[in-house]
């Protein structure tokens, strides 16, 4: 799971605009302009921490359906799935055709014509079985060699087919040329940058000249850590350091850029900072005020990744890894905008002539809407003599429908109905398993509790926990665990905020070896740092020139041994080096000084606090558990489990790990959680608060790897000695967990086979974990579609298919809901970004996603880019989407509308999720069950009807074996076995 | 098996399955990806046997090389085109090191591929691309060398433009097409000539005896002109001297060809030519000037750019290049076993490093940590004891990626260009201009209905 931006204060610049005048005003202006238009570019930091948020960021206020529609123009990018893929979705009966009425009903009606046709009627007409595509271009062919006059559409419906018995297609087509006015070619438009107007006119594409130079220094700006020589003069900004850099004498310019040097040494001499410079080349450009807005906008998103970089650490500059540069967007534009200027000065000899150019769109056949309209005519069984004894309105106004229902306009109808069938496929089922009886024997006591991350992907992890050992209890909360921690490990160099991405944290936690082991530690340290000298020194003397020549030379060969056995036998090689630093790095015992230090706790830089007090932690501890509903009668042993994910070679390693704990490992959280719980103090305090932990429970942490599903426990030495059995059994029922696990997991990967079973499929996931030619070595979050909050035992028994986030709540332990609006308040934006992100990099992997990762080249430590000088690509490469079906979240909250509504509206942030429809939502009754669907405005609406089942199977594998579709939810009953 | 059929075998093996999958492809049919897996695996499998085999046998036997006759492709009068293949103590561990580099590659790609639209292409090609790399080690005369030669270039370039349906990588084949034909054109000349003024091409008749230790043949300034003309042609396959610069823009395919054909085998072709050559080479000691003077220039300006490269691939594009102008130098100085060593073990260490390549990240946090978060800043070594502006000098040229492309670009090509409009006045038919080329259409998006 992972977490989001907010980003409610999105374009508040909207209403007022200053006007332009004076020399200050028009600064300000500027700024403000940029401001704007910033909103628009991707906000993916560097791609060590990878958040996941929603693309579309900048139009949350508004509403889901229109915003798709609206970005998809902005970005020239795809607002849904196409329709051929949610045509091929209704022929696998993905999408029913009562879905399309359902959606089509909740449509405003409209007559066309009285008595015979509707809008409802002419658009179900347009969606089933949909049209004929016409793309504008062949249509003269279709006429003369195709078959469109020779017969009509084979797959009409019969109705229709039989209304129009006695037409002939070539009277119909004749008829619809008559009456239906060609197109006019579409109008000339201006252009909105330069770029346009150069390519209309002479052929050249601005871009590619422009762009080559500007990564090339951006990306040297920007460098992390790559480059053997870093920028000079880096500390006077990007615009002070290029231009000095790039006009010294003596350089040779590429074409059409020869003029930069004399306008840099121009823009030096004047003293002009990157605004001057911006409101310099606007005028000479002559871009006038009111067209700054779109001017600038359309110049930055031409190279959307590097400026939403630069705006990100211009932002926020901690988020750059290692060396924090200064950065500014307003002096990225200014560089752009000035070889943009001389370019255009070189090409077109003046550099507002292009201004007057006009850019005609490509051409489309004038019988386009002809040919629509006579593919309509037939889908709607409309013959042509009523059509021709229409009067001029009514057919207006059918042409009019006609054209409305456009392509975009259908696969938006088509793409809510394909979320009305995973809506139903999800609802009606969850409420038939709540509706039997629990699927969980009751003990006195449970054997364990095991407290996972939310994550989707640890759904099928607990349903095995839970199908090994009916005695265990599983739990969800977001996998920080309430510890918002600044933290740093025995081999980290300095600390690494553990909690979502929104949150500070304001405490500091850190790993030190016991006083005992501190020799250890000594070494330990020394033979990193020695490790750390040879291989850096490796890795540079390998490259350069001198020292790369004896190198290369001598020691290259060795080189073999690695490369040979890595890609070979990744699980063997991945192991040996495990064993060798088990044999060569002493590993000092180690213990996290979490308890507050009191005097002088404060570090007067950074402001974190050292640690917690035990009220502190008792907080902490209550965060967890309170709303989970686990008051009393734990188990006797309670495993908090932190996750992450390992994988080689994957710049993207960081979007498969726990982003509610902001993109790292939660396995330090999950330590520090169970150690807080474990203390006197702690426990008596949060027995005033109403959680009362049995004398003989015992917290223990551990961490869970997603992609190698291998399973760690800390802290095994402080448990006391009579607790080892329940550990031995937890452990052993892990073990068999974790081959179930991965057992689901590989139906999924193509690379597995069919025929891997058992613990040949945990040693198939393990050496994806090492294997570096792996692109994917996990699916991450791929096919997550479902959020439920609510108690474990409605879920519990029911195969989700790892597509649901599970967070504990329960609502009878919570009358004030205030729990719930912490729940929500964090999942809900954590789910919400996560599913978003999904949603855009799918429909639209090259404008939203950053396509295949099989090109991707590291730049500058802080992201990829295609090839060696392209843009930064934002968000998820094809080969994590490519199982994903793209619907929005569904939550469903175990709670009352009305319950919800309250906490939804007490949070700018949820409304703009939830009442702009981001998300779907639905609440589940906590009493009876029953289920209500948010459908906006407030308005709640019943479930009913029954046609999904809810099928029985004696455990998950018989339910998903030789299956590597997606899987309809199913009730696990062991006791159906004998029955079936 | 006689070690004649063993060398066949050899060449032969990525041959068949190259003309087998084109066929299957040709004719509409699939082979899925566990198949193509297993065959590659297989293939590669049985060829480091035979190459072992081989090796084994040669060794108890210490013989020096094995010649086989295949007769003559063709023949026209006085010439002939003689189908030889050789291996000897130079052909053989090139041979060898090819093998297991492409069979790593091979095994890589399998996993690396998986699902990708062209799976089936990359095969196709990788093993195209072994056979010309095979038939180029293993010819045994500059005619069946430039076979294999323009097999390599070929698939190189259809390798780079691997992601057809994006521009920028179509873009940049064409420019590596571009250069090397200009750089193949010096091959055809030196062909050309060397059967023009010696009759003959084949190594037999151009040296004589065994390698090492073989004796030039041919003298004259003719020697001298053919000489020079391979030395630039074997720049242009191993991007060195006037032809380097192409290297980065190679880095547009899939990580595992670039790391086979510009960290493994095709970017050392031009090595070998060189090696295979080298009694001729030192016969002239212009081209010998000539092949030290290209490789340390290129040497000097590749370790210059790479140290301001920002970006994985690239710097190890211009790494590679720095140590091929240095294996040229060494060639030159007549360091010949040592040039082999640096050579094998160059290839090995960037075949890793370029399939290793987008692991820098995680790679250098690991550094950084375990160095306690002090790196020790790089580039203070003799050039901080330039003046600062000499500094920023330098850092521009390097940023400019030494003004190749500016050069090419500007000098170059449009010199080409305005020659070629001048060439046209006398074509009077072609004088009309044509009707201008509309700019490549953007990928129709769907238009709004």
């Known amino acids: 799971m992972s977490a989001t931006h907010s980003h409610s204060e999105t374009c508040g610049c909207h209403d007022h605009v200053p006007p332009s005048g004076a020399v200050d005003e028009r600064h300000e202006r500027l700024r403000h302009v940029l401001d704007h238009a910033a909103h628009y570019l991707p906000t993916q930091g560097p791609i060590g921490v990878f958040v996941h948020h929603n693309t579309l960021h900048a139009f949350q206020h508004q509403g889901f359906e229109n915003s798709v529609i609206e970005a998809a123009q902005l970005f020239e990018a795809e607002p849904f799935l196409s329709e051929e893929e949610y045509q091929k979705a209704r022929e696998q009966g993905r999408i029913l055709d009562e879905d399309i009425d359902d959606v089509l009903n909740r449509e405003p009606d409209a007559e066309i014509i009285p008595g015979r046709l509707t809008r409802r009627k002419l658009r179900r007409a347009l969606l089933i079985p949909g049209v004929r595509r016409v793309n504008g271009l062949d249509i003269a062919w279709q006429i003369e060699e195709g078959d469109w006059l020779q017969r009509f559409r084979s797959d009409l419906p019969p109705a229709s087919a039989h209304l129009l018995t006695g037409d002939t297609p070539r009277q119909l087509w004749d008829i619809c040329a008559a009456r239906v006015r060609p197109q006019a070619a579409p109008a000339p438009h201006r252009p909105r940058r330069p770029h346009e107007a150069i390519l209309a006119a002479k052929g050249v594409d601005l871009d590619r000249i422009v762009h080559p130079p500007l990564i090339r220094l951006v990306g040297a700006y920007l460098d992390q850590g790559i480059a053997y020589w870093p920028m000079p003069l880096r500390e006077e900004g990007l615009l002070v350091a290029s231009r000095r850099i790039m006009s010294q004498p003596l350089s040779i310019y590429r074409r059409h850029l020869s003029g930069v040097r004399a306008e840099f040494l121009r823009q030096e001499e004047k003293g002009m900072n990157a605004e001057d410079v911006v409101l310099d080349t606007l005028e000479r450009l002559a871009v006038l005020p009111g067209d700054w807005d779109e001017f600038i906008t359309a110049e930055l998103l031409a190279l959307r990744g590097w400026a939403g970089m630069i705006r990100m650490l211009e932002n ?346 902001g993109g790292r490992t939660g396995a330090p959280n999950a330590r520090i959680f169970a150690m807080m719980a474990n203390r006197p103090g702690v426990r008596a305090a949060l027995r005033e608060k109403g959680i009362i932990i049995p004398e003989d429970t015992w917290f223990i942490g551990g961490y869970h790897d997603t992609c190698s599903d291998d399973i760690e426990f800390f802290d095994v030495d402080l448990m006391p000695e009579d607790h080892h059995g329940d550990l031995n059994r937890v452990r052993q029922s892990i073990d068999k967990a974790r081959v179930l696990n991965a057992d689901e997991r590989v139906r999924r990967f193509g690379t597995a086979g069919n025929e891997i079973r058992g613990e040949r499929a945990l040693r198939h996931v393990q050496a994806r974990s090492e294997h570096i030619a792996e692109p994917r070595p996990e699916y991450g979050h791929c096919t997550n579609a479902v959020a439920y909050v609510g108690r474990r035992e409605h879920t519990h028994g029911l195969f989700m298919d790892r597509r649901a986030f599970l967070i504990s709540y329960d609502a009878t332990k919570d009358p004030d809901n205030q729990a719930l609006a912490r729940v929500l308040g964090a999942v809900i934006p954590v789910c919400g970004g996560i599913s978003l992100e999904y949603y855009f990099s799918t429909v639209d992997n090259e404008a939203y996603g950053s396509g295949t990762k099989l090109p991707h080249n590291i730049t500058g430590l802080v992201g990829v880019m295609n090839g060696f000088q392209g843009d930064l690509r934002t968000g998820l490469p094809v080969q994590t989407v490519e199982l994903h079906e793209p619907v929005r979240i569904l939550f469903i909250v175990e709670t009352t509308p009305q319950r919800l509504m309250s906490v939804i509206k007490a949070s700018r942030e949820l409304v703009e999720f939830v009442c702009n429809r981001w998300i779907r939502i639905a609440t589940m009754d906590p009493d009876d069950g029953h289920i209500e669907i948010y459908r906006g405005n407030d308005v709640f609406e019943p479930l009913v009807g029954d046609e999904e089942p809810l099928p029985v199977t004696p455990n998950s594998r018989t339910w998903y074996r030789g299956k590597s579709e997606h899987l309809p939810l199913a009730r696990i009953d062991p006791h159906c076995a004998r029955a079936a | 098996m006689s070690l004649e059929k063993l060398s066949l075998a050899l060449i032969a093996t990525p041959g068949v399955l190259f003309l087998m999958l084109s066929l299957v492809w040709l004719l509409g049919g699939d082979i899925p990806e566990r198949a193509m897996s297993r065959l590659t695996k297989g293939a590669y499998v049985f060829l480091t046997l035979v190459v072992s085999v081989i090796y084994w046998k040669m060794w108890q036997t210490d013989m020096h090389s094995i010649r086989v006759s295949l007769g003559d492709w063709f023949s026209v009068s006085h010439y002939h085109f003689p189908l030889t293949i050789l291996l000897d103590r130079l052909s053989l561990p090139i041979v060898g090191i090819t093998i297991i580099l492409a069979g790593i590659v091979g095994a890589f790609s399998v996993r690396y591929l998986h699902r990708d639209p062209g799976f089936h292409r990359f095969f196709l090609l990788l093993h195209l691309f072994t056979f010309g790399a095979l038939l180029v080690f293993m010819a045994d005369s500059l005619d069946l060398l430039l076979a294999g030669w323009e097999i390599v270039g070929i698939t190189s370039v259809l390798l780079i433009s691997f992601f057809q349906y994006r521009p920028d990588p179509v873009r940049n084949a064409l420019r590596v097409f571009g250069i090397y034909r200009v750089a193949d054109l010096f091959m055809l000349l030196a062909v050309f000539l060397a059967h023009h003024w010696f009759k003959t091409a084949s190594w037999n008749g151009m040296f004589s005896g065994e390698w090492p230790g073989h004796v030039n043949n041919l003298d004259g300034p003719a020697a001298t002109v053919v000489a020079v003309l391979l030395v630039f042609a074997a720049s242009g396959k191993s991007a060195q001297g006037p032809f380097c610069g192409w290297l980065v823009r190679a880095m547009e395919g899939p990580t595992p060809s670039s790391a086979v054909f510009y960290g493994a085998i095709s970017i050392h072709a031009g090595a070998y030519l060189l090696l295979r050559i080298e009694p001729l080479l030192h016969y002239s000691k212009i081209a010998t000037g000539l092949v030290i003077f290209i490789g340390l220039t290129t040497a000097v300006l590749g370790t210059l750019v790479h140290r301001t490269c920002a970006d994985a691939k690239t710097s190890l594009a211009y790494a590679s290049q720095t140590q091929l102008g240095l294996i040229f130098a060494e060639i030159g100085l007549g360091w010949t076993t040592f040039a082999i060593i640096h050579l094998i073990s160059h290839a090995v260490l960037r075949t890793l490093q370029f399939l290793r390549s987008p692991s820098m990240l995680r790679d250098y946090n690991r550094v950084h940590a375990a160095a306690g978060g002090q790196i020790d800043p790089t580039g203070e070594h003799y050039e901080s004891l330039l003046p600062k502006h000499v500094q920023v000098a330098l850092y521009r040229i390097a940023l400019g990626r030494g003004f190749y492309d500016a050069v090419v670009d500007r000098f170059i090509v449009m010199l080409a260009v305005r020659l070629a409009q001048l060439l046209a006045v006398f074509e009077p038919r072609f004088v009309s201009k044509p009707a201008p080329q509309p700019p490549v259409a953007e990928p129709v998006r769907s238009p709004a209905h």
């Not at chain 1, 752009?336 to 051409?363: C, E, F, G, H, N």
């Not at chain 1, 999800?426 to 994550?455: G, N």
């Not at chain 1, 607990?462 to 740093?488: N, W």
């Open chain 1, 316 to 661: 926020d500059v901690t988020l750059a890894p290692h060396d924090r540069v200064k950065c500014s967007l307003m002096e990225f534009l200014a560089l752009r905008l000035t070889y943009t200027l001389v370019a255009v000065q070189d090409l077109m000899d003046d550099t507002s002539t292009w201004r007057a150019i006009t850019v005609t769109p490509l051409k489309m056949d004038p019988l386009t809407p002809v040919a629509r309209f006579f593919d309509a005519a037939q889908l709607i069984g409309l013959p042509g003599n009523v059509i021709a004894a229409l009067p001029e309105e009514m057919f207006e106004q059918l042409a009019h429908e006609i054209a409305a229902c456009n392509e975009t306009e259908r696969r938006r109808l088509l793409h809510l109905a394909y979320e009305r069938r995973h809506e139903r496929g999800i609802l009606i089922p969850l409420a038939k398993h709540r509706a039997l009886p629990r699927t969980q024997p009751e003990y006195d006591r449970l054997a364990a509790q095991v407290v996972f991350c939310i994550d989707e992907r640890e759904e099928s992890f607990r349903r095995a926990l839970e199908e090994v050992d009916s005695c265990m209890e599983t739990v969800g909360a977001a996998g920080f665990f309430g510890v918002a921690i600044d933290y740093a490990g025995i081999d980290d160099a300095s600390g690494v905020s553990l909690c979502p991405v929104v949150v500070k944290p304001g405490h500091s936690v850190r790993e030190v070896a016991v006083d005992e082991h501190a020799h250890l530690h000594e070494k330990r340290q020394w033979l990193r740092r020695a490790w750390a000298k040879i291989t850096r020194n490796g890795f540079i003397s390998s490259r350069t020139l001198v020292r790369g020549w004896i190198s290369t030379a001598l020691l290259g060969f060795f080189s073999l041994f690695p490369l040979v056995f890595r890609v070979l036998s990744p699980r063997a090689y991945g192991r040996l080096i495990k064993r060798l630093n088990r044999a060569f790095l002493p590993e000092p015992r180690t213990e996290v000084t979490f308890m507050r230090d009191d005097k002088a706790s404060r570090d007067a830089t950074s402001g974190l606090v050292t640690g917690f007090t035990e009220p502190e932690m008792a907080d902490r501890v209550y965060s967890v558990l309170g709303p989970a509903g686990l008051h009393k009668a734990h188990a006797r042993l309670v495993v908090i489990l932190g996750h992450g994910s390992t994988s080689l070679n994957n710049p993207y390693e960081s979007a498969y790990c726990c982003g509610a704990c």
